[in-house]
């Protein structure tokens, strides 16, 4: 049984930060990518050589980063808009087997 557990999310003004933690347990044997969504569109993915790739709205103000040693992906998010307010996920993919787990979802509201 594999389970995601995200943190981090909050209130916040425009303008600020935010870091937003994702750690996955279970039987995992290696992950393959790790990534951050809002609602069904990517935000931030990491793959396991540290390639990542970023929406174009939050280019040069988020970061995907991943610890593997704890099986924790990161996003940290800085100059927050009031329209990057949602309910973010993280989602990783194993490599056995390629399989797919989400995170419960963690909430960040921005206020203008």
């Known amino acids: 049984h594999v389970q995601l557990v995200e943190s981090g999310g909050g209130l916040v003004q425009a303008g600020g930060s935010l870091r937003l933690s994702c750690a996955a347990s279970?039987?995992?044997?290696?992950?393959?990518?790790m990534a951050w969504y809002r609602e069904y569109d990517m935000v931030a993915n990491i793959t396991s050589d540290g390639s990542t790739t970023y929406a174009d709205s939050v280019k040069g103000r988020f970061t995907i980063s991943r610890d593997n040693a704890v099986n924790t992906v990161y996003l940290q998010m800085n100059s927050l808009k009031p329209e990057n307010t949602a309910v973010y996920y993280c989602k990783i993919v194993t490599n056995f087997r390629q399989r797919t787990y989400w995170g419960q979802g963690t909430q960040v509201t921005v206020s203008s």
């Open positions: 279970g039987t995992i044997f290696s992950i393959n990518s």
